[in-house]
C-alpha cells in the first residue's frame, strides 16, 4: 500500500488547523495511521525557521522577499526529507498544515515571479504532489474578523500574525492565488466553501477525502 499526502490550504482564519484537526481525530478514530504536521514548522529546524519567519524581530529589520521565500523552502526541504517522504514511504496518511500553494499565495502576492517558485519547486519538491489539496475559500474580511477574536482568547503571547498586519488588499490577493491554483489543478484541489459551519465544512471535507483513502486501500467505512 501507497501512502497518502493531503494539504490544507487557505487564507488566515480560514479553518485550517480546526478541520485538520477534525480530519486527524477522525482518521484517528477509524484506526488508521496518520501523521499531521504544518508549514512552516513542521520540524525542530523548521521550528526554528518559523520563529525566524514570522516572528517580528527586536532589530526592526525584515526578510527582503528572496531571503523569505529560500527560508520557506528550506523548512520545506527538510520537512520532505525527514518527515513527509519517510511517513509515505511507511504507507501513513499525511495532512500537512500550509504547503506549495501556501508559498506560491503569498510570495507571489509579495512579488516573488512565477518562474522563481517554479525553479525552488524543481530542487526542493522534486515532482512530489498531493494527492489531495483541501482548499478553504472565505473571503478575508471575515477570515481575519475570525483570527482576531481567535487571537484575542488566547492572549497576546500568541504573536505568531505577522501576515495579519498586511493589508486587507494583500490578503484579496492571496485568495485570488489560491483560486487561481484550484483552477489551475481542478483534479488535484477540492475547493471548499469555509464561511459555512464548522460541521458542514467538515463533511464537505469528508466528501473528497474518503474516496480517496478508499482507492488508496484504507478502509474507511
Ligand atoms: N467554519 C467556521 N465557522 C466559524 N468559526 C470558525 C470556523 N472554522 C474555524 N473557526 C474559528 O475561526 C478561528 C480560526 O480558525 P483556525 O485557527 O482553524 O484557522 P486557520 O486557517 O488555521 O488560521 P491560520 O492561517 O491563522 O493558522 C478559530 O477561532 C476557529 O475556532
Ligand atoms: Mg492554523
Known amino acids: 500500500m501507497q501512502g497518502v499526502f493531503i494539504t490544507i490550504e487557505g487564507v488566515e482564519g480560514s479553518g485550517k488547523s480546526t478541520q485538520l484537526l477534525r480530519l486527524s481525530e477522525r482518521l484517528r478514530r477509524l484506526g488508521l495511521p496518520v501523521v499531521v504536521s504544518k508549514e512552516p514548522g513542521g520540524t525542530a529546524l523548521g521550528r526554528e525557521l518559523r520563529r525566524l519567519l514570522l516572528e517580528r524581530h527586536v532589530s526592526g529589520e525584515t526578510w527582503c522577499p528572496e531571503a523569505e521565500l529560500l527560508l520557506f523552502y528550506a523548512d520545506r526541504a527538510q520537512h520532505l526529507e525527514t518527515v513527509i517522504r519517510p511517513a509515505l514511504a511507511e504507507a501513513k ?9 501556501s508559498t506560491r499565495a503569498y510570495q507571489g502576492a509579495s512579488g516573488v515571479p512565477e518562474s522563481s517558485l517554479d525553479r525552488l519547486n524543481d530542487v526542493v519538491l522534486r515532482g512530489l504532489k498531493p ?23 488566547l492572549g497576546s503571547e500568541y504573536a505568531e500574525t505577522r501576515f495579519d498586519e498586511a493589508t486587507l488588499d494583500f490578503h484579496r490577493r492571496v485568495r485570488n492565488r489560491f483560486l487561481i491554483i484550484a483552477q489551475k489543478h481542478p483534479n488535484r484541489v477540492a475547493l471548499i466553501p469555509a464561511r459555512n459551519p464548522v460541521d458542514q465544512v467538515e463533511a464537505s471535507i469528508w466528501v ?14
Open 93 to 101: 496518511i499525511v495532512l500537512v498544515d500550509r504547503f506549495e500553494d
Open 131 to 153: 494527492h489531495l489539496t483541501v482548499m478553504l475559500d472565505m473571503d478575508p474580511e471575515g477570515s481575519l474578523q475570525r483570527v482576531e477574536v481567535r487571537n484575542l482568547a
Open 208 to 221: 473528497r477525502v474518503a474516496p480517496l483513502l478508499r482507492s488508496a486501500g484504507f478502509g474507511v467505512d
